[in-house]
């Protein structure tokens, strides 16, 4: 992580401890992300910026009855990426917490 800002730096630490309370993933680091996969990817850190982090979490629907979101990107009919930018710690907030739930358990089913 050289080069990125110390906020940047211990938002993606507050992150991924944040998703290892809700279970197991491994870390699949591309040339563009971070992806966090369980049987399929679930989630994926796009961008460490000065002050923020840019993330997403993946759905098979779309979820626009929430603040969570800035942004959401139709990539099939069954898949919907779901985007996320953090300032500091408390922007993973109860609500978010769950969205981050709910795409882990559903990365996580086999079918």
């Known amino acids: 992580m050289s080069g990125k800002s110390k906020n940047a730096v211990q938002l993606y630490h507050y992150l991924i401890d944040e998703f290892k309370k809700i279970g197991d993933f491994e870390l699949h680091p591309a040339k563009t992300r971070i992806a966090l996969n369980n049987r399929m990817r679930f989630a ?53 917490h769950e969205y981050m739930r709910k795409a882990y358990n559903i990365g996580a089913k086999t079918s």
């Open 44 to 96: 994926s850190i796009n961008r460490l910026g000065q002050d923020f982090l840019d993330g997403h979490l993946v759905f098979p629907e779309k979820f626009t009855n929430t603040s969570c979101f800035h942004k959401i990107d139709e990539v099939t009919k069954k898949a919907y990426v779901h985007h996320f930018k953090l300032f500091t710690k408390s922007d993973i907030t109860n609500e978010l």
